[in-house]
Nanobody, 122 residues
Framework: QVQLVESGGGLVQAGGSLRLSCVAS????????MGWFRQAPGMEREFVAA???????YYTDSVKGRFTISRDNAKNTVFLQMNSLEPEDTAVYYC????????????????WGQGTQVTVSS
């Protein structure tokens, strides 16, 4: 069992930056691929970014060049650095842990966090 707790969300103006963090419980964090997803009001949850156990990464097209996912296995933490934020980035952001990497954007991960709200004002 893995428990995930996100933090770092908030209100920011367009063009600003936020850094989300997700701390995982347990001793098996390094054995999981990690990801970030988001859900805007009235929309389905969508994939944002993923990082493998060996630090390979990939992103959804809309955030490429603006968002960076990283992980610190010593701290059981995965990060999402979000720069040049746009109002369209407004959503609840969820951290996830998965045994899969390449298909994390299409197959539900094994574990989810509770989410953190990101609001970008224009």
């Amino acid at each position: 069992q893995v428990q995930l707790v996100e933090s770092g969300g908030g209100l920011v103006q367009a063009g600003g930056s936020l850094r989300l963090s997700c701390v995982a419980s347990g001793r098996t964090f390094s054995s999981y691929n990690m990801g970030w997803f988001r859900q805007a009001p009235g929309m389905e949850r969508e994939f944002v970014a993923a990082i493998s156990r060996s630090n390979n990464t990939y992103y959804t097209d809309s955030v490429k060049g603006r968002f960076t996912i990283s992980r610190d296995n010593a701290k059981n933490t995965v990060f999402l650095q979000m720069n040049s934020l746009e109002p369209e980035d407004t959503a609840v952001y969820y951290c996830a842990a998965s045994t899969m990497f390449q298909t994390m954007n299409s197959i539900n991960p094994n574990y989810w966090g509770q989410g953190t709200q990101v609001t970008v004002s224009s």
